[in-house]
């Protein structure tokens, strides 16, 4: 009943957890750390930014276990593919493992990924080496030519970053997920362990969550939720859900009645 | 010499790239750095000479999700 061997495998390296956690926006690092902890994960995004010169404040690294934890940095803040590119090596070079989550975001408002420069940045990343984990809207065709320039995952949006609306996207996410020859890792949006649950019920491979778990006042807390909810919605998806019908079917005997 | 260092500039005499790390307390392990726009190795820092003028970028990682 319980399969044992139900690990999420992204480019050929094994993982128990199929929660990855972003650690942006906590209010401190001891609360980064407790939700790191309580959730599970074996997978955590980080940014890179300019040092502040004069004020270098103690690197997030020494707060992360490196053994325990793989670190994935991100390409935030790049506007097309040449920024991503150079964000990929400089964090290569920052010392990292050559494990990038590609994201190019130009529009400010809704930090929607433009589909064209990450696949350029893609094309460009996996003939470098790198194992290419691309952000992207729930674009079925999109997810496939990425697939096919040789990226490790996609990671289609829920929802735009940041805004705990859930799934959104998802018919589209379906056909990603039907279409897909790599995990696929739903990322952005997800708001609550019913989010994870509903899109790891779908068959989602892993699910990114930060936001959530960085704006509530209890994140070791939210964490261990959003554990469950990966794993119910894990468990739910190997089980296999019921088909979904118009008209009642009792649960009871129709037969048999009293009197 | 003057350098400009993450888009300050800055009159130094160090000399090499790792001079300049420790002059600013910056822990090498830790950090990216470019010079002029080029990713410069870690294990290029004590022998990549400074020039008057020189662009240098130095980035670490941060909270990001």
Known sequence: ?259 | MRLSVNGEVKETGCSTVSELLQSLQIEPGHVAVELNLAIIPKQQYETMTLNDGDRIEIVHFVGGG
């Open chain 1, 1 to 259: 009943m319980n399969p044992l061997n139900d690990a999420l495998v992204i480019a050929g390296r094994s993982f128990n957890s199929r929660l990855l956690v972003g650690t942006g926006k906590f209010s401190s690092n001891a609360a980064m750390v407790e939700a790191m902890q309580y959730s599970g994960s074996e997978i955590v995004t980080v940014a890179l930014r300019r040092v502040d010169i004069g004020n270098p404040d103690d690197s997030i690294l020494s707060h992360i276990d490196r053994n325990k934890y793989l670190l994935l940095p991100n390409t935030s803040g790049a506007r097309d593919a040449e920024e991503a590119v150079r964000l990929a090596r400089l964090s290569r070079a920052a010392g990292c493992d050559p494990w990038v989550k590609l994201e190019v975001t130009p529009d400010p408002y809704y930090l929607l990924p433009d589909p064209i420069e990450t696949l350029k940045a893609a094309e460009i990343l996996v003939k470098e080496g790198f194992t290419v984990l691309p952000y992207i809207n729930a674009d079925p065709v999109l997810a496939k030519r990425l697939q096919e320039a040789g990226t490790a995952t996609v990671m289609p949006l829920g929802a735009p970053i940041g805004t705990n609306r859930g799934i959104r996207t998802r018919d589209q996410i379906a056909i990603i997920i039907e279409q897909a020859i790599v995990p696929v890792v739903v990322d952005a949006g997800l708001g609550a362990p019913s989010h994870a649950a509903e899109a790891m019920e779908m068959g989602a491979d892993a699910v990114l969550v930060n936001t959530a778990l960085a704006v509530t006042p209890n994140p070791g807390l939210m964490a261990a939720a959003f554990r469950k909810g990966v794993e119910a919605g894990r468990e739910a998806f190997l089980a296999g859900l019921g088909e979904q019908r118009q008209k009642a079917e009792a649960s009871s005997p129709l037969t048999g009645f009293l009197g």
